[in-house]
């Protein structure tokens, strides 16, 4: 029959326009904002550093390495390198980010900073409430805004942040293991030393 295939399709959009208003699954208007449809784990806007522990700049998982600098293709990060190092979470001295930019008007959301830093210190936020009037300020995020908490993380994206976790987890085993084995190591240098030296006898006694 000619025509069959638009009067099919005319009959779908038909169920699906009158369907909108009695059927549940059909009601596809949101009341933005005061209604918000639930966000997807895969979701993804813009990036953010994360820290781990309460304070942010302590906690602060990025070294200024500068590859996410450096891979962006719109250019829109700028760091800067401090001059000194300060503890991270584990106590570990690091450098860490004299400046962290990014221009969120630039970015175009690759999340290619995210696959090539090698400390898990970026990731890919799902936050869109980004509008602002200010076209400059606004949209230039320096590292205390970018900053945003492992607890967060995992709460946007629950399974891939249980996987960086559990990475993180045997890593820092790994170091803990290491350095206890370095302390034993020396402690027992120093017990083998001390043994071998002979005793000095007290003054005044005779040699």
């Known amino acids: 029959m000619v025509g069959e295939g ?11 326009f009158f369907g909108s208003y009695v059927s549940k699954d059909r009601l596809t208007t ?3 904002p005061e209604q918000r449809d639930a966000q997807i784990e895969a979701a993804r806007s813009f990036p953010f550093l994360v820290y781990d ?22 250019k829109c990060i700028f760091i800067e390198k401090s001059k000194d190092k300060k503890p991270d979470a584990n106590g570990k001295p690091q450098f860490y980010p004299a400046t962290f930019n990014i221009d969120i008007s630039v970015c175009m959301s690759c999340q290619i900073c995210v696959e090539v830093c090698p ?8 936050d869109t409430d980004l509008s602002t ?10 590292k205390q805004r970018l ?22 987890a045997v890593e820092r085993a790994r170091q803990e293991a290491k350095a206890k084995a370095a302390a034993e ?6 017990a083998k030393l001390t043994a071998a030296t002979p005793a000095q006898p007290a003054s005044g006694e005779p040699r």
């Open 147 to 168: 900053s945003k908490s492992n607890e967060y993380y995992n709460a946007i994206h629950p399974t891939e942040a249980a996987a960086v976790d559990a990475r993180l």
């Open 6 to 16: 638009i009067l099919k399709g005319m009959a779908e959009t038909a169920r699906n």
């Open 133 to 142: 009037d200010d076209r400059f300020g606004g949209l230039l995020l320096d």
């Open 53 to 74: 522990g309460a304070d942010w700049h302590d906690g602060m998982r990025c070294v200024a390495c500068q590859i996410c600098e450096k891979e962006c293709p719109p």
């Open 30 to 32: 949101v009341q933005y």
């Open 185 to 190: 190591a020396k402690a027992a240098a120093d």
């Open 119 to 126: 400390f898990d210190a970026i990731m890919m936020d799902v």
